[in-house]
C-alpha cells in the first residue's frame, strides 16, 4: 500500500507541474493550448535519450529537455500568436496531432511505437535516485520551485503584462506592451518548465512511449487546471490530485463494473465540468466568477 501512495503522489506531482505550467499560461494570459503534452513528451524523449545515449545526470537530461521543448514552443508560438487566441488553439492542436504520429515513428529518437526502454535512474551529483519515496521527496521538491518561480513571474512586471494582455490585447498595445513577444515568451516558458517533468517522468518509469502525451492528456491537464481554478495558485495542483484519486477512489467501488469504469470517468469528468462553468466557473478554488487576477491568486 505503501508504495502505491508514493506511486500516486510521484504521479499527481507530475501533473501538478503540468497544470501549474498550463495555468501560466491559461490563467495569467488567456492562451489556451492543447498541445502542452507535446512538451511534456519532448521533455521525455530527450532526457531519455540523453540518459540512454550520454549521462543520466539531471544537470544534463533536464537543460537538455528544456531547450528541445523552448525551441518547438517557438516554432509553434512566434507565427500563431501573432493573431487572436483561437488560432493558437488550432495551431496548438494541429501540434499534438503531429507530434504523435512523429513520436510514433521517430525510431532512432522515441523508439517507435515500441518507446524507450531502461531509462537510467535520475542522477544527482552521483547519487541515483530510484527509491519511491526518494523520488516522491525530489519531485514535491521540484513541485515547490516550480510554484516559486511562476509566482515570481506572476507578481513580476512581466506577469502584470500578461495580465493586461489576458483582459484586453489591444489596451495593452495602446499602452506600448508588445503583445506577441510577450505571450511567446510566457510560452516558452510554460514549455520549457513542462518538460522539466517529462525528463523526470522518464526517469522515474524507465520506460515511456507514446501512449503518455497523447491529445486525451493535453485535454485532461486542461481539465485539471479548469476545475481547479485557472488564475490561482492552489487550483491547478487540488484539479490534478482530484482527478488522479478519483479514478483510484472508483476502482474500489464494488458494485460499479470494473470494466467500465474508464467510460464512468469520463462521464464523471464532463458532469463536473459542465456543473462547474454553471454554479462555480472559477473552478473549486477560484472565485465564484472569473478568473482571479494576478493580486488575487490564491
Do not use: C
Request: aromatic share 10%.
Amino acid at each position: 500500500m505503501e508504495a502505491y501512495l508514493l506511486n500516486l503522489g510521484v504521479l499527481i506531482a507530475v501533473y501538478s507541474i503540468l497544470a501549474v505550467t498550463l495555468n501560466f499560461i491559461i490563467g495569467y494570459a488567456g492562451i489556451y493550448s492543447l498541445a502542452h503534452a507535446v512538451f511534456f513528451g519532448l521533455g521525455a524523449y530527450t532526457g531519455g535519450y540523453v540518459a540512454l545515449n550520454y549521462t543520466a545526470s539531471v544537470f544534463v537530461t533536464v537543460p537538455a529537455a528544456m531547450l528541445a521543448a523552448a525551441v518547438l514552443s517557438l516554432i509553434l508560438a512566434l507565427p500563431a500568436l501573432r493573431v487572436r487566441g483561437e488560432y493558437f488553439v488550432a495551431a496548438s492542436l494541429g501540434l499534438q496531432v503531429l507530434a504523435v504520429t512523429v513520436f510514433s515513428e521517430w525510431q532512432g529518437f522515441t523508439g517507435g511505437i515500441g518507446g524507450l526502454i531502461g531509462i537510467p535512474p535520475v542522477d544527482i551529483a552521483g547519487f541515483e535516485v530510484f527509491r519511491p519515496r526518494d523520488f516522491f521527496i525530489l519531485m514535491v521538491v521540484v513541485l515547490v520551485l516550480v510554484i516559486v518561480v511562476t509566482r515570481l513571474l506572476v507578481r513580476s512586471r512581466f506577469g502584470r503584462s500578461l495580465t493586461a494582455i489576458r483582459d484586453s490585447e489591444s489596451a495593452a498595445a495602446a499602452f506600448g506592451k508588445n503583445v506577441a513577444l510577450i505571450k511567446t515568451l510566457s510560452v516558452t516558458i510554460s514549455a520549457a518548465i513542462a518538460a522539466v517533468a517529462g525528463a523526470l517522468y522518464g526517469a522515474y518509469l524507465s520506460f515511456i512511449n507514446v501512449e503518455s502525451f497523447t491529445l486525451d492528456t493535453s485535454v485532461l491537464v486542461m481539465a485539471m487546471v479548469i476545475i481547479g481554478g485557472a488564475g490561482t495558485q492552489a487550483g491547478p495542483i487540488v484539479g490534478a490530485a482530484l482527478l488522479l484519486v478519483l479514478p483510484s477512489a472508483l476502482s474500489y467501488l464494488e458494485f460499479l463494473p470494473q470494466t467500465e469504469i474508464g467510460a464512468i470517468q469520463q462521464i464523471l469528468y464532463g458532469l463536473g465540468m459542465a456543473a462547474l462553468m454553471i454554479f462555480r466557473p472559477g473552478g473549486l478554488v477560484g472565485r465564484a466568477g472569473p478568473a482571479t487576477e494576478a493580486g488575487d491568486e490564491r
